[in-house]
């Protein structure tokens, strides 16, 4: 019965959610991201509690919400289907991270990045609510999933 509740919700938009810090990143696929509110911006995701990007936003308080292209269905498999605990997923997916202050990482082949600061987590099931504010928004040009230099650094 389950299974059919949720096959009338599917497809989903999938996004990389970041974690981590700058000696080590963690991007994972999720499809369970949502706004929040407008003001101030914040936007959730869940996450079981046996990921590796669960244990990484508690520890650090913070992740990013980044947008792929449909040029980056490959790499949306990849770190959907692999463990950051086992293996640097970024490498192997062909990604490569940026950072904006001490924020989270972000992926630069997405088409925009959300960096968004931890203000609460809620248990929900077997799943975790984070939910994040918008501390910093990178909208990168052409918005064709393929990084340029130049990307536009949208402040709050």
């Not at 299974?3 to 963690?26: A, C, D």
């Not at 996450?47 to 792929?68: A, G």
Request: proline content about 4%.
């Amino acid at each position: 019965m389950v299974e059919k509740l949720y096959r009338l919700l599917y497809p989903m938009r999938v996004v990389f959610v970041g974690s981590g810090n700058k000696e080590k990143s963690n991007i994972m696929a999720a499809a369970w991201c949502y706004p929040l509110s407008f003001d101030p911006p914040m936007f959730g995701v869940s996450i079981s509690k046996n990921r590796y990007t669960y244990e990484l936003i508690e520890k650090y308080k913070k992740f990013s919400i980044n947008i792929p292209g449909f040029g980056l269905k490959e790499a949306v498999w990849i770190v959907g289907k692999e463990s950051g605990r086992d293996l640097d997923k970024i490498e192997k997916a062909g990604l490569s991270v940026e950072f904006i202050d001490n924020g989270s990482p972000l992926v630069k082949e997405c088409n925009s990045s959300l960096d968004c600061k931890l203000v609460d987590n809620i248990e929900m099931g077997d799943h975790v609510m984070f939910v994040g504010k918008v501390v910093n928004f990178l909208k990168r040009k052409e918005g064709n999933g393929i990084y340029q230099k130049g990307a536009e650094l949208v402040e709050f």
